[in-house]
């Protein structure tokens, strides 16, 4: 018989999972409707061969539906600065609202942040339920990024917005 492990506070989980620092994403699809979108730091790289990016989608959000209808999605990395427009994205504004904040253009069949630091267009793999969320496998169709020296990654670090330390 396996010991159980005790009990664990949610809060407490996510207080202590915050100190592990990540990137701040906008993940868009082109929906019926027009474009929609949604603020994520939950997207990683998941594979080389096939190129495969994974996105953790919350069982309640609106941008879901669209994406599994889309059957594609784009992940707009956020640039330091753009904390303003993350917090729009993360907002239960009307879609329509949530990109009168950003510029954008439809790439590939997918809505692409002008001014994000980099994008990555996928077409959905794969759907698995996981909790409260569903995990996103995309196919990589296309990316790019803005390779200047001066443009630094808006991060997430212990519930707020971070930034990279000068020359780090």
């Not at 956020?78 to 949530?98: C, I, M, N, T, Y």
């Not at 995990?135 to 519930?159: E, K, N, W, Y």
């Amino acid at each position: 018989m396996e010991a159980s492990s005790p009990a664990i506070d949610p809060a407490r989980y996510r207080e202590v999972i915050g100190s592990f620092a990540t990137g701040v994403a906008i993940v868009t699809a082109q929906g019926s409707d027009g474009p929609a979108g949604l603020t994520t730091n939950a997207i990683t790289s998941l594979s080389l061969d096939p190129l495969l990016l994974l996105v953790c989608f919350d069982n309640g959000s609106r941008t879901l539906p669209i994406v599994r209808d889309a059957g594609r999605f784009a992940v707009n990395v956020l640039r330091a600065g753009q904390e303003d427009l993350a917090k729009v994205f993360a907002s239960k504004q009307a879609q329509p609202q949530k990109f009168e904040a950003a510029t954008h253009t439809v790439a590939h069949g997918v809505p692409v942040l002008d001014d994000a630091l980099a994008w990555i267009a996928c077409d959905l793999d794969a759907m698995h339920p996981a909790g409260d969320h569903t995990i996103g496998v995309g196919r990589v169709t296309h990316l790019s990024a803005d390779d200047g020296p001066a443009h630094d990654p808006l991060l997430f670090f212990r519930g707020g917005f971070a930034r990279m330390a000068p020359g780090a």
